[in-house]
Protein backbone atom coordinates (compact mmCIF):
# COMPACT_ATOMS: atom_id res chain seq x y z
CA UNK A 1 0.00 0.00 0.00
CA UNK A 2 1.43 3.30 -1.10
CA UNK A 3 0.28 6.58 0.50
CA UNK A 4 1.23 10.06 -0.86
CA UNK A 5 0.56 13.75 -0.35
CA UNK A 6 0.05 15.60 -3.10
CA UNK A 7 -0.80 19.08 -2.22
CA UNK A 8 -0.96 21.11 1.02
CA UNK A 9 -4.62 21.94 0.41
CA UNK A 10 -4.42 25.90 1.73
CA UNK A 11 -7.95 26.97 3.75
CA UNK A 12 -8.46 23.62 3.91
CA UNK A 13 -10.99 23.49 7.36
CA UNK A 14 -9.70 22.07 10.98
CA UNK A 15 -11.14 18.94 11.03
CA UNK A 16 -9.43 17.70 7.84
CA UNK A 17 -7.01 17.13 10.51
CA UNK A 18 -7.50 14.13 12.78
CA UNK A 19 -10.03 12.40 10.66
CA UNK A 20 -10.12 8.95 9.91
CA UNK A 21 -11.67 6.67 7.15
CA UNK A 22 -12.78 3.63 6.46
CA UNK A 23 -12.21 1.38 3.02
CA UNK A 24 -13.16 -2.47 2.04
CA UNK A 25 -12.14 -3.69 -0.47
CA UNK A 26 -13.79 -6.70 -2.78
CA UNK A 27 -10.76 -9.19 -1.91
CA UNK A 28 -12.12 -9.03 1.82
CA UNK A 29 -9.69 -6.62 4.24
CA UNK A 30 -11.34 -3.46 5.51
CA UNK A 31 -8.71 -0.96 5.39
CA UNK A 32 -8.62 2.07 8.71
CA UNK A 33 -7.10 4.58 7.32
CA UNK A 34 -5.84 8.34 9.53
CA UNK A 35 -5.91 11.44 7.80
CA UNK A 36 -3.49 14.04 9.54
CA UNK A 37 -1.52 16.91 8.17
CA UNK A 38 -3.54 16.74 4.60
CA UNK A 39 -1.70 12.83 4.66
CA UNK A 40 -3.58 9.61 4.27
CA UNK A 41 -2.20 6.43 6.15
CA UNK A 42 -2.93 3.05 6.27
CA UNK A 43 -3.53 2.11 10.52
CA UNK A 44 -4.12 -1.06 9.89
CA UNK A 45 -6.74 -3.64 8.42
CA UNK A 46 -9.50 -5.93 9.67
CA UNK A 47 -11.10 -9.28 8.62
CA UNK A 48 -14.96 -10.72 9.37
CA UNK A 49 -17.15 -9.56 6.34
CA UNK A 50 -17.06 -12.12 3.99
CA UNK A 51 -15.47 -12.93 0.96
CA UNK A 52 -16.72 -9.79 -1.26
CA UNK A 53 -17.26 -6.47 1.35
CA UNK A 54 -19.34 -4.15 -0.58
CA UNK A 55 -21.04 -1.47 1.48
CA UNK A 56 -20.38 -0.07 4.60
CA UNK A 57 -23.27 1.89 6.71
CA UNK A 58 -21.63 3.82 9.78
CA UNK A 59 -23.37 5.11 12.54
CA UNK A 60 -21.48 8.06 14.07
CA UNK A 61 -23.68 8.82 17.06
CA UNK A 62 -22.91 5.05 18.53
CA UNK A 63 -19.88 4.89 16.62
CA UNK A 64 -20.77 1.46 14.73
CA UNK A 65 -20.04 0.61 11.28
CA UNK A 66 -21.53 -2.62 9.58
CA UNK A 67 -20.47 -3.95 7.05
CA UNK A 68 -22.53 -6.33 3.94
CA UNK A 69 -21.03 -9.08 1.93
CA UNK A 70 -21.38 -9.00 -1.71
CA UNK A 71 -20.67 -12.68 -1.77
CA UNK A 72 -21.92 -14.51 -5.16
CA UNK A 73 -21.80 -17.98 -3.64
CA UNK A 74 -25.34 -18.26 -2.36
CA UNK A 75 -23.86 -17.72 0.73
CA UNK A 76 -22.35 -14.11 2.91
CA UNK A 77 -22.47 -12.47 5.97
CA UNK A 78 -23.64 -8.83 7.45
CA UNK A 79 -21.06 -7.55 10.44
CA UNK A 80 -20.95 -4.86 12.70
CA UNK A 81 -17.79 -3.34 14.55
CA UNK A 82 -17.03 -1.22 17.04
CA UNK A 83 -14.87 2.25 15.81
CA UNK A 84 -12.44 3.32 17.86
CA UNK A 85 -9.69 5.59 17.93
CA UNK A 86 -8.34 6.27 14.36
CA UNK A 87 -10.51 3.95 13.02
CA UNK A 88 -9.60 1.25 14.50
CA UNK A 89 -12.26 -1.72 14.08
CA UNK A 90 -13.73 -4.30 16.63
CA UNK A 91 -16.14 -7.11 15.05
CA UNK A 92 -18.85 -7.23 17.69
CA UNK A 93 -21.60 -9.52 16.11
CA UNK A 94 -22.14 -11.36 12.50
CA UNK A 95 -25.24 -12.81 11.22
CA UNK A 96 -25.25 -15.58 7.81
CA UNK A 97 -27.28 -14.31 4.82
CA UNK A 98 -27.92 -15.79 1.68
CA UNK A 99 -25.29 -13.42 0.04
CA UNK A 100 -25.17 -11.07 -2.98
CA UNK A 101 -26.03 -7.80 -0.47
CA UNK A 102 -25.25 -4.63 -1.93
CA UNK A 103 -27.18 -2.61 0.32
CA UNK A 104 -28.08 -1.98 3.91
CA UNK A 105 -29.22 -0.16 7.14
CA UNK A 106 -30.64 -0.13 10.20
CA UNK A 107 -34.48 0.90 10.34
CA UNK A 108 -37.70 0.65 12.43
CA UNK A 109 -38.57 0.84 16.35
CA UNK A 110 -38.48 3.47 19.11
CA UNK A 111 -34.77 4.47 17.89
CA UNK A 112 -34.64 4.02 14.00
CA UNK A 113 -32.54 1.36 15.23
CA UNK A 114 -34.13 -2.37 15.79
CA UNK A 115 -33.99 -4.06 12.12
CA UNK A 116 -31.56 -4.55 9.50
CA UNK A 117 -32.99 -4.59 6.09
CA UNK A 118 -30.65 -5.66 2.85
CA UNK A 119 -30.86 -5.94 -0.72
CA UNK A 120 -30.04 -8.54 -2.80
CA UNK A 121 -29.04 -8.01 -6.13
CA UNK A 122 -29.32 -10.83 -8.31
CA UNK A 123 -31.71 -12.67 -5.98
CA UNK A 124 -33.85 -10.11 -6.84
CA UNK A 125 -35.24 -9.76 -2.93
CA UNK A 126 -34.65 -7.38 0.01
CA UNK A 127 -34.30 -9.06 3.30
CA UNK A 128 -35.21 -7.41 6.66
CA UNK A 129 -33.69 -9.46 10.80
CA UNK A 130 -34.31 -8.54 14.16
CA UNK A 131 -31.54 -6.85 16.00
CA UNK A 132 -29.27 -7.42 17.45
CA UNK A 133 -27.02 -8.75 15.23
CA UNK A 134 -25.80 -12.92 15.86
CA UNK A 135 -24.72 -16.11 14.90
CA UNK A 136 -29.30 -16.51 15.22
CA UNK A 137 -30.53 -13.92 14.12
CA UNK A 138 -34.08 -13.84 13.36
CA UNK A 139 -34.88 -13.11 10.04
CA UNK A 140 -38.53 -11.55 9.66
CA UNK A 141 -38.88 -10.75 5.84
CA UNK A 142 -38.42 -11.37 2.45
CA UNK A 143 -39.35 -9.45 -0.62
CA UNK A 144 -38.98 -11.29 -4.03
CA UNK A 145 -39.49 -9.66 -7.13
CA UNK A 146 -40.57 -10.23 -10.35
CA UNK A 147 -41.00 -8.50 -14.11
CA UNK A 148 -43.44 -9.42 -17.15
CA UNK A 149 -40.30 -9.04 -19.27
CA UNK A 150 -36.91 -8.23 -20.10
CA UNK A 151 -35.88 -4.48 -20.03
CA UNK A 152 -34.36 -2.45 -23.02
CA UNK A 153 -30.20 -3.36 -21.40
CA UNK A 154 -29.14 -6.46 -21.22
CA UNK A 155 -28.52 -6.38 -17.66
CA UNK A 156 -32.33 -5.60 -16.89
CA UNK A 157 -32.91 -9.57 -17.13
CA UNK A 158 -34.71 -9.56 -13.80
CA UNK A 159 -35.53 -7.26 -11.35
CA UNK A 160 -32.19 -6.24 -9.45
CA UNK A 161 -32.73 -4.06 -6.26
CA UNK A 162 -29.78 -1.68 -5.84
CA UNK A 163 -30.65 -0.38 -2.05
CA UNK A 164 -33.10 0.00 1.03
CA UNK A 165 -32.82 3.74 1.09
CA UNK A 166 -34.81 5.37 4.39
CA UNK A 167 -37.27 8.59 3.73
CA UNK A 168 -36.63 11.62 5.78
CA UNK A 169 -39.32 10.37 7.81
CA UNK A 170 -37.59 7.23 8.01
CA UNK A 171 -41.41 5.59 8.47
CA UNK A 172 -40.71 4.48 4.73
CA UNK A 173 -38.23 2.38 3.04
CA UNK A 174 -37.26 3.12 -0.57
CA UNK A 175 -35.73 0.46 -3.00
CA UNK A 176 -34.80 1.79 -6.46
CA UNK A 177 -34.76 -1.58 -8.54
CA UNK A 178 -31.70 -1.33 -11.50
CA UNK A 179 -33.54 -4.26 -13.43
CA UNK A 180 -37.45 -3.31 -13.48
CA UNK A 181 -36.64 0.69 -13.81
CA UNK A 182 -39.12 0.91 -10.88
CA UNK A 183 -38.57 2.71 -7.38
CA UNK A 184 -40.76 0.89 -4.81
CA UNK A 185 -42.12 2.36 -1.42
CA UNK A 186 -42.52 0.15 1.64
CA UNK A 187 -44.44 1.33 4.57
CA UNK A 188 -42.40 0.24 7.91
CA UNK A 189 -44.13 -0.86 11.51
CA UNK A 190 -42.17 0.01 13.97
CA UNK A 191 -43.01 -2.61 16.72
CA UNK A 192 -42.95 -5.47 14.26
CA UNK A 193 -40.27 -4.14 11.52
CA UNK A 194 -42.78 -5.57 8.93
CA UNK A 195 -42.64 -3.55 5.71
CA UNK A 196 -45.50 -3.42 3.35
CA UNK A 197 -45.49 -2.41 0.13
CA UNK A 198 -47.50 0.90 -0.50
CA UNK A 199 -46.55 2.60 -4.01
CA UNK A 200 -44.22 1.65 -7.09
CA UNK A 201 -42.97 4.57 -9.42
CA UNK A 202 -41.62 4.39 -12.78
CA UNK A 203 -39.06 5.40 -14.57
CA UNK A 204 -38.15 5.71 -18.14
CA UNK A 205 -37.24 2.62 -19.47
CA UNK A 206 -33.21 1.29 -19.51
CA UNK A 207 -32.17 3.93 -16.68
CA UNK A 208 -31.33 1.68 -14.44
CA UNK A 209 -31.79 3.70 -10.96
CA UNK A 210 -29.52 2.66 -7.86
CA UNK A 211 -29.48 4.82 -5.72
CA UNK A 212 -31.70 7.60 -4.01
CA UNK A 213 -31.15 10.82 -1.98
CA UNK A 214 -33.87 12.93 -0.42
CA UNK A 215 -34.06 16.79 -0.11
CA UNK A 216 -36.10 19.43 1.09
CA UNK A 217 -36.45 23.18 0.58
CA UNK A 218 -36.58 25.67 3.45
CA UNK A 219 -40.40 26.44 2.68
CA UNK A 220 -40.96 22.37 2.60
CA UNK A 221 -40.61 21.29 -0.64
CA UNK A 222 -39.25 18.15 -1.09
CA UNK A 223 -37.70 15.96 -3.97
CA UNK A 224 -35.72 13.02 -4.56
CA UNK A 225 -33.06 12.08 -6.38
CA UNK A 226 -31.67 9.57 -8.24
CA UNK A 227 -28.54 7.95 -9.81
CA UNK A 228 -29.15 5.68 -12.68
CA UNK A 229 -26.73 3.41 -13.59
CA UNK A 230 -27.72 2.22 -17.24
CA UNK A 231 -28.68 5.38 -18.26
CA UNK A 232 -26.11 7.72 -16.99
CA UNK A 233 -28.35 10.01 -15.48
CA UNK A 234 -29.74 11.47 -12.35
CA UNK A 235 -33.27 12.25 -11.92
CA UNK A 236 -35.71 14.40 -9.77
CA UNK A 237 -38.75 12.83 -8.35
CA UNK A 238 -41.54 15.19 -6.36
CA UNK A 239 -42.39 13.67 -3.08
CA UNK A 240 -45.82 13.62 -1.57
CA UNK A 241 -46.74 12.46 1.54
CA UNK A 242 -50.77 10.28 1.11
CA UNK A 243 -52.67 7.33 2.08
CA UNK A 244 -50.12 6.28 4.34
CA UNK A 245 -47.72 5.96 1.90
CA UNK A 246 -44.78 8.34 -0.07
CA UNK A 247 -45.85 8.72 -3.36
CA UNK A 248 -42.55 10.11 -6.14
CA UNK A 249 -43.44 11.81 -9.69
CA UNK A 250 -40.73 12.18 -11.88
CA UNK A 251 -40.23 15.75 -13.29
CA UNK A 252 -36.34 15.73 -14.82
CA UNK A 253 -33.79 13.75 -15.85
CA UNK A 254 -30.40 15.11 -16.79
CA UNK A 255 -26.95 13.02 -18.47
CA UNK A 256 -24.50 12.68 -15.84
CA UNK A 257 -21.95 13.27 -18.39
CA UNK A 258 -20.06 16.37 -18.91
CA UNK A 259 -21.50 18.73 -22.11
CA UNK A 260 -19.75 17.43 -25.39
CA UNK A 261 -18.86 14.45 -24.55
CA UNK A 262 -20.75 10.56 -24.69
CA UNK A 263 -20.50 8.12 -22.34
CA UNK A 264 -18.73 5.05 -23.43
CA UNK A 265 -19.31 1.55 -23.91
CA UNK A 266 -18.95 0.87 -20.18
CA UNK A 267 -19.39 3.53 -18.60
CA UNK A 268 -21.78 3.37 -15.54
CA UNK A 269 -22.95 5.78 -13.17
CA UNK A 270 -22.30 4.67 -9.58
CA UNK A 271 -23.01 7.08 -6.75
CA UNK A 272 -25.42 9.94 -5.52
CA UNK A 273 -24.59 12.62 -2.99
CA UNK A 274 -25.55 16.04 -1.96
CA UNK A 275 -24.51 18.70 0.09
CA UNK A 276 -26.83 21.74 0.89
CA UNK A 277 -28.22 23.03 -2.70
CA UNK A 278 -25.30 20.68 -4.46
CA UNK A 279 -25.76 17.05 -6.32
CA UNK A 280 -22.77 15.12 -7.03
CA UNK A 281 -23.04 11.84 -8.77
CA UNK A 282 -19.80 10.01 -9.81
CA UNK A 283 -19.31 8.27 -13.49
CA UNK A 284 -17.24 4.97 -13.96
CA UNK A 285 -15.02 4.70 -16.97
CA UNK A 286 -16.21 7.99 -18.87
CA UNK A 287 -12.65 9.03 -18.80
CA UNK A 288 -13.26 12.73 -18.40
CA UNK A 289 -10.23 13.62 -16.95
CA UNK A 290 -7.21 11.02 -18.59
CA UNK A 291 -7.87 7.28 -19.38
CA UNK A 292 -7.83 6.38 -15.15
CA UNK A 293 -9.26 9.46 -14.02
CA UNK A 294 -13.01 9.50 -14.49
CA UNK A 295 -15.39 12.36 -13.15
CA UNK A 296 -17.76 13.61 -10.77
CA UNK A 297 -20.63 15.39 -11.96
CA UNK A 298 -21.81 18.22 -10.38
CA UNK A 299 -25.53 20.13 -10.36
CA UNK A 300 -26.70 22.61 -8.27
CA UNK A 301 -30.32 22.40 -6.62
CA UNK A 302 -32.87 24.87 -7.09
CA UNK A 303 -33.15 26.32 -3.35
CA UNK A 304 -36.72 26.86 -4.30
CA UNK A 305 -37.86 24.13 -6.46
CA UNK A 306 -35.24 21.84 -6.25
CA UNK A 307 -34.81 21.56 -9.80
CA UNK A 308 -31.40 20.27 -10.83
CA UNK A 309 -28.90 22.32 -13.59
CA UNK A 310 -25.46 21.41 -14.38
CA UNK A 311 -22.59 22.89 -13.06
CA UNK A 312 -19.54 21.08 -13.86
CA UNK A 313 -17.32 17.84 -14.06
CA UNK A 314 -15.03 17.42 -11.41
CA UNK A 315 -11.87 15.08 -11.28
CA UNK A 316 -12.31 12.31 -9.44
CA UNK A 317 -7.97 11.12 -9.22
CA UNK A 318 -9.81 7.71 -9.61
CA UNK A 319 -10.43 4.81 -11.80
CA UNK A 320 -13.67 3.22 -11.78
CA UNK A 321 -15.39 5.76 -8.79
CA UNK A 322 -17.84 3.61 -7.22
CA UNK A 323 -18.11 5.44 -3.75
CA UNK A 324 -17.74 8.57 -2.32
CA UNK A 325 -18.29 10.92 0.50
CA UNK A 326 -18.91 14.47 1.53
CA UNK A 327 -17.02 15.23 5.21
CA UNK A 328 -19.47 16.63 7.76
CA UNK A 329 -17.87 20.34 6.71
CA UNK A 330 -18.61 20.48 3.04
CA UNK A 331 -14.72 21.14 2.80
CA UNK A 332 -13.34 17.65 1.99
CA UNK A 333 -14.49 14.79 -0.62
CA UNK A 334 -13.09 11.21 -0.27
CA UNK A 335 -13.77 9.13 -3.48
CA UNK A 336 -12.78 5.33 -3.91
CA UNK A 337 -11.59 4.02 -7.18
CA UNK A 338 -12.46 0.66 -7.84
CA UNK A 339 -10.69 -0.22 -10.40
CA UNK A 340 -7.44 1.77 -9.15
CA UNK A 341 -8.06 0.36 -5.59
CA UNK A 342 -7.72 3.88 -4.18
CA UNK A 343 -8.94 6.42 -1.71
CA UNK A 344 -8.51 10.24 -3.22
CA UNK A 345 -9.17 12.87 -0.80
CA UNK A 346 -10.14 16.18 -3.04
CA UNK A 347 -10.87 19.60 -1.77
CA UNK A 348 -14.21 21.27 -2.39
CA UNK A 349 -15.08 24.72 -1.93
CA UNK A 350 -18.32 25.34 0.20
CA UNK A 351 -19.43 28.45 -1.97
CA UNK A 352 -19.51 27.08 -4.89
CA UNK A 353 -19.46 23.24 -4.70
CA UNK A 354 -16.76 22.78 -6.81
CA UNK A 355 -14.33 20.31 -6.80
CA UNK A 356 -10.70 21.16 -6.59
CA UNK A 357 -7.06 19.40 -6.35
CA UNK A 358 -6.50 16.54 -5.06
CA UNK A 359 -4.79 16.50 -1.69
CA UNK A 360 -3.63 13.06 -0.78
CA UNK A 361 -4.13 9.90 -2.08
CA UNK A 362 -3.38 6.31 -1.07
CA UNK A 363 -3.51 2.69 -2.43
CA UNK A 364 -5.56 -0.12 -1.04
CA UNK A 365 -4.46 -3.84 -1.85
CA UNK A 366 -4.29 -4.76 -5.40
CA UNK A 367 -5.93 -2.79 -8.41
CA UNK A 368 -8.85 -3.92 -9.82
CA UNK A 369 -10.12 -5.27 -13.51
CA UNK A 370 -12.64 -2.51 -15.44
CA UNK A 371 -15.96 -3.60 -14.79
CA UNK A 372 -15.24 -6.54 -12.54
CA UNK A 373 -16.14 -7.02 -8.88
CA UNK A 374 -12.52 -6.67 -7.22
CA UNK A 375 -10.68 -3.46 -6.05
CA UNK A 376 -11.85 -0.82 -3.81
CA UNK A 377 -15.56 -1.22 -2.76
CA UNK A 378 -16.39 1.86 -0.07
CA UNK A 379 -15.29 4.51 1.93
CA UNK A 380 -16.95 6.44 4.67
CA UNK A 381 -15.81 9.48 7.15
CA UNK A 382 -14.82 8.91 10.78
CA UNK A 383 -15.79 12.11 11.86
Not at 55 to 68: I, P, T, V
Not at 210 to 215: D, P, T, Y
Not at 285 to 290: C, I, K, N, V
Not at 327 to 353: F, M, P, W, Y
Request: contains cysteine; aromatic residues 8%; proline residues 4%.
Amino acid sequence: MIGSTLLAGAGLASTAYGASLVASTFSGPLYSLTFNNNQLANAGQSSGCGTTPGWLEYYADSKELYCFDESWSGKGVMTKYSVGTNAKLSQSATASTSGNDVHGQLYGGANNRSFIASAQYSPSTITTYKLPLSGSAQQIQKETFSMSGKGPNSRQDKPHPHEVALDPTKNFIVVPDLGADVIRVFRIDHSTGKLTSCSTAQHEKGAGPRHIKFWKSDAGVQVAYTVNELGNSVSAWSVAYSNNCLNLARTQTLTSIPPGKRAGTGTKAAEVRLFGNFLYAANRADGGFSSTQDSIAIYTINPTSGALTWLDAGNSYSHYPRTFEINKDGTLVAIGGQTSSNVAIVERDVATGKLGKLVSTIQLGSKGRAGEEDGLSAVVWID
